[in-house]
């Protein structure tokens, strides 16, 4: 079957600046391709060029006939006065969805994506919502491809396993940008990585990310046992040369045309080959104190200023926590979008004060504070983001010059009188992490510091933080970084509770226990469990002739929990209707399930209501 996209040959530059040459990409049905790479390689500006927003320089890109694509960029903007409803009903409009399919698809694909009241307003929903907002607005014109920008940046974690299980059902082929290492090794049946290292200027694996690991160690491998053998052969070509060998034969010839051929071939390896790594490495202070901070049945709420009576009802974002932050301990702080758990770090830091309860913090505290949403201003230079106050900064006791300051973070000399707007969302947010690890800490707050890192950039973030003496307190999307670093995980659960866990996987275990609980409480009761509490049915006649139920009141209720027991079969069978792909697809015949279903809802509902009528007359 021939590729859905078949990009050949295609480059891209801004000004003298070539971001990727010659590459070739094709996408297929079925495939769910991870695309990685360093900062500054040109991930987004590939999938822009896919999605038709931006044209390449050269080469050639081919589509397949009516091919639906559907591209969701990495910071979605909504205009003001815009609701869910109608930003799902204008992307259907746009991909000229036939009408008769659009009332079931919009509905099927709110409720996948958990949006309970399509006419919120879009500016209303949190980072995490807007998110997912994008992405509906994508599925819902029907793509045969998904190109998606680092999905999961602005995802709690609860929504990246919601994105995990709607790409492993897709149908329809994908395209992922994303640096979360757990999250590609869920989804993807292909990897590839962009990056000038390679021959071709991409390495495609086909596999998880972790197959793609092994075969990019394979294929290192043999390109360094490649560097070895042709610097050696160069280093004799070159003694050669140096004997005064003369030109005049034609094998002469011929030998130094071979020469030069090796040397550029090696030019061109050591350019490609030569890498280097950020260094990051926190400062920490030699404080001996064990109790950091200390929270005593600390609460906070929200207090709403609404109208109604609903928006005036305040949320409890959790009470009655306590918590002790020792000296050394690593807390990875994990909760649904909403939870608190920024508002948590700022009442670490002393921003906020609890509405009740105590936090007590050692004296002389040092607490350095990462914050998700710190702005760079766009129009001062890199020079003077990174070294304020003069040419040099003070690092760990040590004058550094802000060009060596530079470089430890991958940025050359030239970029220093660049504005930090030009710069991507990886390279200003090592910036920002240039600027915390100036700063001496006791403690180190970090709200999701791994926005728009590349994964090498990734290791060694985890590592200088594996290694920082001090204390920490880590939000972060990333499952693998939470898994590495923390010692003890802290998990919020969005309905004022708090709990702590041994690590991340006893937390998710957690999670799904809370949901399987609360799927059974608002479950109707079902006819075994309405047996368990009513008294047996010989007793039940006794009581209803004591009471003086009718004669056919008598039979109806000695007879209505077997009709309850199979109207709950029925709703349960045309519940289980809605999950067949067959019925899935075809609108109409979905439409008369979504019918059954709630035909089947209203005479059970009814059925609940005349026993509850019944017992209480008996009563």
């Known amino acids: 079957m021939p590729p859905i996209i078949n990009a050949q040959d295609i480059s891209k530059a801004f000004g003298a600046n070539p971001l990727f040459k010659n590459v070739s990409f ?17 991930k987004s500006t590939l999938l822009k060029i896919l999605a038709g927003a931006l044209d390449h320089d050269d080469g050639n890109i081919a589509f397949a006939k009516r091919v639906r694509l559907s591209y969701v960029q990495q910071d979605s903007q909504f205009e003001s006065g815009d609701t869910v409803r109608s ?5 259907m409009e746009r991909s000229a969805l036939p009408e008769s399919e659009r009332g079931t698809r919009l509905a099927e694909t709110l409720g996948r994506a958990g949006f309970d009241n399509p006419a919120t307003q879009a500016h209303d929903l949190s980072g995490g919502w807007q998110k997912r907002l994008a992405i509906v607005e994508a599925l819902v014109q029907a793509p045969d491809v998904l190109l998606l920008d680092e999905p999961t940046n602005h995802l709690d974690l609860a929504g990246i396993e919601w994105l995990e299980g709607l790409l492993e059902q897709a149908s329809f082929a994908c395209v992922v940008v994303s640096h979360d290492r757990y999250f590609l090794e869920n989804i993807a049946t292909d990897m590839a990585e962009l990056n000038r290292a390679y021959p071709d200027g ?12 092994e075969k990019k160690e394979e294929f290192l491998h043999a390109q360094s046992k490649r560097h070895e053998a042709l610097e050696n052969l160069v280093h004799n070509e070159i003694e050669w040369l140096r004997r005064g060998a003369k030109a005049r034969t034609r094998k002469s010839k011929a030998r130094i045309g071979k020469a ?13 080959t030569r890498t280097s790594t950020a260094q990051i490495d926190f400062s920490a202070t030699e404080r001996q104190t064990k109790r950091l901070i200390e929270l005593e049945d600390v609460s906070y709420e929200i207090v709403a200023n609404g109208t109604s009576a609903e928006e005036t009802q305040n949320r409890i974002l959790f009470e009655k926590l306590n918590f002790i932050l020792s000296a050394g301990m690593k807390v990875g702080l994990v909760g649904p979008n909403g939870s608190g758990k920024t508002t948590l770090l700022r009442l670490l830091r002393g921003e906020l004060s609890p509405a009740n309860g105590t936090i007590r913090r050692a004296e002389w505290l040092r607490i350095v504070y990462f914050d998700q949403s710190r702005e760079l201003d766009p129009n001062v230079t890199l020079r003077r983001a990174l070294a304020p106050e003069s040419d040099s900064v003070v690092y760990q006791d040590r004058v550094v010059h802000v060009a060596s300051w530079a470089a430890k973070f991958l940025f ?40 728009d890192l590349d994964i090498p950039t990734l290791e060694i973030l985890e590592e200088s933080l594996l290694e920082f003496r001090g ?16 010692t003890i995980v802290l998990g919020l659960d969005g309905q004022g509770g708090a709990e702590s866990f041994a690590d991340y996987s006893q937390w998710e275990k957690w999670q799904r226990e809370s949901r399987q609980r ?58 289980a209707r809605l999950e067949d792909p067959t019925i899935v697809s075809d609108g109409p015949r979905l439409l008369s399930a979504h019918a059954e279903v709630e035909s089947a809802q209203k005479k059970l509902d009814a059925l609940y209501e005349r026993w509850t009528e019944l017992e209480h007359k008996s009563n």
């Not at 710069?423 to 709200?447: F, T």
């Open 87 to 91: 930003i799902a009903e204008n992307a």
């Open 202 to 213: 991409l390495l495609r694996v086909r596999g998880s990310y972790s197959t793609f690991l």
């Open 412 to 451: 050359t000399g030239e970029q220093l009188n660049q504005p930090v707007g030009k710069l991507s969302g990886g390279e200003r947010a090592r910036v920002l992490i240039a600027q915390l690890m100036l700063q001496p800490a006791d403690v180190l707050l970090l709200d999701e510091p791994t926005n």
């Open 471 to 486: 204390s920490l307190v880590l939000v972060t999307h990333d499952r693998y970084m939470l898994d590495r670093v923390s």
């Open 518 to 575: 609360s799927k059974i409480q608002r479950a109707p009761l079902n006819a075994s469990a309405a047996a368990k509490t009513q008294p047996p049915a010989e007793t039940v006649h006794k009581q209803s002739a004591k009471k003086k139920l009718s004669y056919l009141e008598s039979r109806e209720y000695s007879g209505i929990e077997q009709r309850i027991a199979e109207a709950e079969k029925v709703l349960q069978a045309n519940r």
């Open 260 to 272: 030069n051929e090796l040397m550029g071939e090696l030019a061109d390896l050591n350019a490609r």
């Open 26 to 42: 094709t996408v297929s049905q079925g495939d769910r391709i991870g695309l990685i790479g360093p900062n500054g390689s040109g």
